[in-house]
């Protein structure tokens, strides 16, 4: 024996609960990373509840209650943390090989209770498997190691260096806290995942709601290909949002609080939206630093309540402005009061397209209001809801350099392809995309060719104002060459989108979106 140290039971059970510890959290970060995956915990705790005597389980429930899930998962982190104690000291008195072999055993131990349970499969004792080579690499790598040593060339057992064992601790503690910790909050997607199904189906259930909604062909939409589908499907949505990670909020745990300048200050559940009345709309989404001719812009079919029927019964007070919303994550913006209470569709929005909203697009509420940019209205995973001044509240991109109002603006975009062969029967060309001028309607859309005269493009069907409306222009023969094309759009009072261009900030893009178009011989 070369040191004090070795043989020490203190620093034995030490590292013995730090392996174990370690170990734990690398499992749970596995079925945090891995869908299908199970901590092998609660089974375990399954099981020793399942064999402990009747009088020991009828002890436990009146000294516990009925809080019985979480007596049985302490019941098994105490049976696993103490055979760690068990094991950490086996190292420290030199049985290395009956520490590893007890460690392998707890780990057999733990992927046998996962497979018996209901619907085993090998993927859920992944988790097992590496948090007990885990727990194997820290005994080895923490605990005293056999050395040859020096006088009689026998293997024997040197101490450990305190320092050393202590920073190696504290490494290992911290790796522990970290990893279970990120674990802990991944598994939380998969338990979104499954609110996510139950609210598409509870929606659904409910009869009135459409199912994904398939709209081509059909009125609204002009069958020419390149030009972006009616509706986006979620998968293809645009994202901006300042989340590094999505928030994935459990329905249980989500509520909403509407106050501020109201007479009746109100707290919604999940189910207090479902009871009431719903509405499903189409509405156009735009993000204000989308440029000229770019994607950050959507249609889907929203579902949600009307915000203006819950802040009438909130009891809006004379002299309020706008409606301060806040984000769980802390993101907050300011609409104008006038912008839900109008009459046009703004909603707590619940579902998009068919289904429960994505975690990325807002799970389970966010707003919606037409006709306003995202930054001013479009709070996803909304908690609160705050009637201000104007002056009283700056939403978080407005100190940040952008307009407290944000009325979309009217814009054609040009969609369809750049370059045609008139060997493919290329020069009749259909030229189109789609325009949105949002609450205020298209009304026409038209374009030019080298800054030619105006000319008008057939427009498809909208459902509402509210929405972007699919246009094509086509022309006749075109001579082989290379044409600007310009399109330009005119809201519903005939009032055509601004020439001048304009850059994203403060209050979004403006300018005519203009493509070369190659007609080739
Ligand atoms: N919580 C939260 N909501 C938010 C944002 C955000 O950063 N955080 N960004 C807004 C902006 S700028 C836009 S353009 C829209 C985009 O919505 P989408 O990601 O569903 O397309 O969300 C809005 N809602
Ligand atoms: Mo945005």
């Known amino acids: ?193 499954v609110d996510q199904l139950a609210v598409t189906e509870t929606l659904q259930r409910s009869g009135d709601m459409s199912t994904v909604p398939n709209l081509s062909p059909s009125e609204f939409e002009l069958g020419v290909d390149g030009i972006e589908s009616f509706v986006v499907p979620n998968n293809n949505f645009y994202r901006i949002d300042t989340a590094l990670v999505v928030p994935q909020v459990q329905v249980d745990s989500w509520k909403l609080r509407i106050d501020g300048m109201v007479d009746n200050p109100i707290e919604l559940t999940f189910d207090d939206l479902l009871a009431r009345e719903q509405i499903e709309r189409y509405i156009t989404l735009s993000c204000v630093s989308n440029p000229v001719g770019g994607d950050l812009v959507g249609n889907a079919l929203w579902r949600g309540v009307r915000l203006k029927d819950i802040l009438e019964e909130a009891g809006v007070q004379d002299g309020a402005e706008q409606v301060v919303s806040r984000s769980i994550d802390g993101w907050t913006c300011g609409s104008p009061l006038e912008t839900i209470m109008d009459g046009r569709d703004a909603m707590l929005a619940i579902a998009m397209n068919g289904e429960a909203l994505p975690a990325q697009h807002g799970f389970p509420v966010r707003i919606v209001v037409p006709g306003l940019f995202g930054y001013v209205s479009a709070t996803k995973w909304v908690t609160e809801i705050r009637l201000t001044r104007w002056d009283e509240f700056d939403g978080y991109w407005i100190p940040r350099g952008w307009s407290k109002e944000g009325p979309v603006k009217t814009m054609a975009r040009i969609d369809t392809g750049r370059k045609v062969k008139k060997s493919d029967g290329g020069g009749a060309v259909a030229i189109g995309g789609v325009a949105w001028a949002l609450h205020r309607g298209i009304s026409q859309v038209q374009v030019r060719f080298d800054e030619g005269e105006w000319l008008d493009a057939e427009i498809a069907g909208v459902p509402s104002n509210d929405t972007w409306v699919q246009w094509v222009h086509r022309t006749g023969d075109l001579a082989p060459g290379r044409y600007a094309v310009e399109a330009r759009a005119l809201d519903g009072d005939g009032v055509p989108q601004p020439e001048t261009p304009a850059a994203v900030a403060p209050n979004g893009a403006q300018g005519y979106h203009r493509i070369a178009l190659t007609v080739e011989a």
């Open 1 to 193: 024996m070369q040191n004090g140290l070795y043989g020490s039971k203190k620093l034995g059970a030490v590292l013995g609960l730090l392996a174990t510890a370690v170990g734990l959290a690398a499992a749970e970060l596995i079925v945090g990373l891995v869908r299908g995956s199970a901590s092998p915990v609660v089974p375990i705790g399954q099981e020793f509840i399942d064999r402990t005597p009747k009088w020991l389980k009828d002890w436990a429930i009146e000294q516990f209650g009925t809080n019985d899930k979480v007596v049985l998962v302490a019941g098994a982190l105490i049976v696993v943390l103490g055979l760690g104690a068990v094991i950490g000291i086996l190292m420290f008195r030199g049985e290395r090989a009956s520490a590893f072999a007890l460690t392998s055993a707890v780990g057999v131990v733990g992927a046998w209770a996962v497979l018996i349970r209901p619907d085993p499969t090998l993927g859920k004792i992944l988790p097992t498997i590496v948090g007990t080579a885990v727990s194997l690499a820290v005994l080895w790598w923490l605990g005293p190691k056999p050395e040859v040593s020096e006088e009689d060339g026998r293997k024997v057992i040197m101490g450990v260096d305190r320092r050393q064992f202590i920073g190696g601790a504290v490494t290992i503690g911290s790796a522990a806290a970290i990893t279970g910790g990120v674990g802990r909050a991944l598994q939380r997607r998969f338990a979104v995942a």
